[in-house]
């Protein structure tokens, strides 16, 4: 059966079906005709045993008249003597063979004939008298054959019929799947940007085509982040590595003095480490977006991830004596957010990075990270004195590997595109508040899932506040 098509096997098991009830139903129809034709004989053999039974029970069968032309009687007495006797020799033979004596109506062969006989038995003043009558079965029979042959006949081409409209039905309903398939081998060979097609029938046939066409876009989504990957890994790492090989060439020429070969090394230190940002920003940013869960956390534990975060980056930026703190508001420790403890730390260590970064050299870093609770959701703001942004950049800060045209930060372009990534999987929203020549505020919302954000104490004055990301620019 497994090597055999689907349509093939649709007309198989229909056809099978069809001839099991339409036996069924011809062995219910022929026991039925065989019924109607059996009661027929039997009631012309009552009606023929009829008078003889009356006379005998009358006592008056003294003298019994025959029967009419070719009709079959045997009547006996109380004694065994035979009284009458219009019986072929044979069946009467076979019947004296018999020697019934209980009253029925059997079928007998005798002669190469077959006979229908009806015995019946008489109780009369002298003891107990038997009649017993005969018809010959073989035109019964003969019509009981044509009968059966009627419905062979009939049933097998209603059979066969049956197969050939289930052959075409299931043809009919398995065309759209040919479809498919053609489609999807055109496709597959030319690798075209359009879809599997698409009734306007709303069958299980189509919604496959529709699940299948998600797939396909997936895919391709899939395959085009992955180009994209590619292409900006090979842009952004050609530069820093083309430095980095020139910067070790100069440093190996023997030319080069003590002093002049430890500053390049000292540079291609530095291009290295760039270069490990990079690929260590690419990473992550891959995971996140192939991520399917993206976690959950409690706000206690964002609210330790916050602080780990703000002594990691006072460690990181020490030569520069940055002004760095945090703001913990209105928490509840045990709500939660759709987003890791571990992606929630590193989406705050690129902030924060990015606001030290974007200060001047001669300039004191100011950040200030702020965690609030509201009723249906936490938001994070993280606020720096750094200038701000070029007001033509913020449209495109969360494009990958994107720089402002006159950033000195020597990272790669990826804090803010993790960001974006991180908060998308949790389902919140991220927005900028850029202020051009004093600083930039980084909003992010994120939906609680479990509990309520803000503590019900702080919140019993009812200040009415949400936590969507927007509002005024907080101040570090």
């Not at 060439?249 to 000292?266: G, H, K, L, P, T």
């Not at 929630?344 to 870093?365: E, K, Q």
Request: glycine content about 10%.
């Amino acid at each position: 059966m497994r090597a055999l098509s689907i349509r093939a096997r649709i007309t198989l098991g229909a056809s099978l079906i069809a001839i099991l009830l339409l036996a069924a139903g011809g062995i219910v129809i022929y026991a039925q005709v065989e019924r109607i034709v059996r009661a027929g004989e039997e009631a012309v053999l009552a009606g023929i045993e009829a008078p003889y039974l009356t006379a005998i029970a009358e006592e008056s069968a003294e003298e019994l008249d025959p029967p009419g032309h070719a009709r079959k009687v045997l009547v006996t007495d109380a004694s065994g003597q035979t009284r009458l006797d219009t019986m072929p020799d044979a069946l009467a033979a076979e019947l004296a063979a018999r020697g019934t004596t209980t009253d029925g109506t059997h079928r007998i062969a005798a002669g190469g004939n077959t006979y229908l006989v009806r015995t019946r038995h008489v109780e009369s003043a002298d003891g107990t008298w038997m009649v017993s009558t005969a018809r010959d079965f073989q035109n019964s029979s003969e019509i009981l054959d044509g009968v059966m042959l009627l419905l062979i006949v009939s049933l097998s081409v209603i059979a066969v019929g049956f197969g050939a409209a289930a052959w075409f039905i299931s043809t009919a309903a398995l065309r759209p799947v040919t479809r498919l398939q053609r489609s999807a081998e055109r496709l597959s060979a030319d690798e075209q940007e359009g879809y599997l097609p698409t009734g306007p029938v709303h069958d299980e046939i189509e919604a496959l085509a529709r699940t299948l066409n998600d797939l396909i876009r997936r895919t391709r989504e899939s395959a085009d982040r992955e180009r994209q990957v590619v292409s900006d890994a090979s842009h952004e790492l050609r530069t820093p590595l083309a430095i980095l090989n020139a910067q070790l060439e100069v440093a190996a020429a023997a030319s080069v003095s003590d002093e002049q070969r430890r500053a390049d090394v000292a540079a291609a230190r530095s291009t290295l480490q760039r270069l490990i940002r990079i690929s260590q920003g690419l990473l992550d940013l891959s995971r996140m977006e192939a991520q399917r869960s993206p976690g959950t956390a409690t706000l206690g534990a964002l609210s330790r991830e916050t602080a780990d975060a703000v002594d990691r980056a006072r460690t990181a930026f020490g030569e520069r004596d940055p002004d760095i703190d945090f703001e913990l508001v209105d928490l509840d420790p045990t709500a939660e957010v759709a987003l890791g403890a571990q992606d929630f730390g590193r989406m705050l260590d690129n902030l924060i990075s990015n606001a030290v970064c974007a200060a001047s050299a001669d300039a004191r870093p100011h950040v200030l990270v702020t965690l609030t609770g509201f009723t249906d959701a936490v938001r994070l703001s993280v606020v720096d004195r750094s200038g701000g942004m070029d007001p033509d950049f913020v449209g495109r800060a969360f494009e990958r590997f994107a720089r402002g045209e006159h950033s000195g930060y020597p990272g790669g372009g990826l804090g803010l595109p993790i960001v974006a990534r991180a908060v998308e999987n949790a389902g919140g929203d991220v927005a900028l508040e850029n202020r051009p020549g004093d600083g930039l505020t980084v909003r992010v919302a994120l939906p609680v899932i479990s509990g309520a954000a803000g503590d019900p104490e702080a919140r019993a004055a009812g200040d009415g506040r949400d936590g969507t990301a927007g509002g005024d620019a907080d101040a570090p």
